[in-house]
């Protein structure tokens, strides 16, 4: 018999796979940028640094917001997701800064040419990140991972910086002498194009926080099987909220006036069990029985 790997397994293995690479890739981009004279390629180092250190965070953070309810969290520890994934914006904004910081001091001062075997190795570490953020966001998807969801747009925004990168020295190598700068012009513009990319994981993660109401297709369907129930007329109002990869219903169910509070208080029962029957990422159903 096929073992099945949960969500949270799934999670932790994809963001350990993400840190293992983003170290090679750091250690690849920085030797690449010293010795072929590309801060651009540095200064991505550097923001490859702060992937594998957000990586190790969320790893962390996975693991903690896996463990089960008890009597001082009885939803569990899945919002430490969406805080996880405020320090990943964090390092991302602390990255941008850094680098545009570092791009505008060079732009002060004459720079040397970048070699041209530094466009090779930004070509494969281009094409390498992109497969790597449809990777993890596929990931995220399948988990409902909003941390996995912040490291995939991690490996967008390193993609992005890299094919700043690639642009700058392409143009400087083309151009010639007297264009060295625009190797630290791509770094400033990747620093801006990181900062936005700060905000497509800030965004989501804030929406959970704050419970707010984004899952109209799980809704439909949590209707859908609470009024197959037996007893059920009607269902009146749906609320979800997301606790890390698990969720919370909150379903108002309409029953007969006439029945028994036993008698209701059974169908409510049944709709529970309906419920998460259907829905395994679904950990606790609340269901308010009223009368028809």
């Not at 966001?137 to 700043?164: E, M, Y």
């Not at 799980?218 to 007329?233: A, C, P, Q, T, Y």
Request: hydrophobic content about 45%; aromatic content about 10%; some cysteine.
């Amino acid at each position: 018999m096929k073992k099945t790997i949960s969500n949270d397994t799934r999670a932790r293995r994809t963001i350990l796979f993400s840190l293992i690479g983003n170290a090679l890739l750091m250690i690849v981009k920085l030797i690449t940028g010293i010795v072929g004279n590309s801060f651009a390629i540095i200064a991505d180092a550097f923001e490859s640094a702060g992937d594998v250190f957000s990586s190790f965070i969320i790893f962390l953070g996975l693991r903690i917001s896996a463990k089960p309810s008890d009597d001082d969290h009885p939803f569990g520890h899945g919002k430490v997701e969406p805080l996880i994934s405020f320090l990943v914006v964090l390092f991302l904004i602390g990255s941008a800064a850094f680098i545009a910081f570092q791009a505008i001091s060079n732009l002060q001062s004459p720079q040397k040419m970048p070699e041209p075997y530094t466009l090779i190795v930004l070509g494969g570490i281009i094409i390498y990140k992109e497969l790597f953020f449809h990777y993890v966001r596929r990931k995220s998807k399948q988990t409902g991972s909003t941390s996995l969801k912040a490291d995939a747009w991690h490996h967008r925004s390193d993609a992005i910086t890299s094919l700043a990168a690639f642009i700058g020295i392409g143009l400087a190598l083309i151009l010639g002498e007297g264009y060295e700068m625009l190797d630290d012009w791509a770094a400033l513009v990747a620093s801006v194009i990181i900062v936005i990319n700060a905000y497509f994981v800030f965004r989501p993660a804030l929406g959970e926080l704050l419970d707010e109401q984004k899952y109209d297709d799980l809704i439909g369907k949590v209707r859908e099987v609470s009024e197959k129930v037996d007893g059920v007329i009607d269902t009146e109002k749906c609320f979800i909220r997301k606790f890390g990869m698990r969720y919370v219903v909150d379903i108002h169910v309409r029953v007969s006036a006439e029945l028994s509070v036993i008698e209701g208080h059974t169908i409510g029962h049944a709709v529970q069990d309906a419920i998460q029957d259907s829905f395994p990422e679904v950990e606790h159903v609340f269901t308010h029985v009223e009368p028809k």
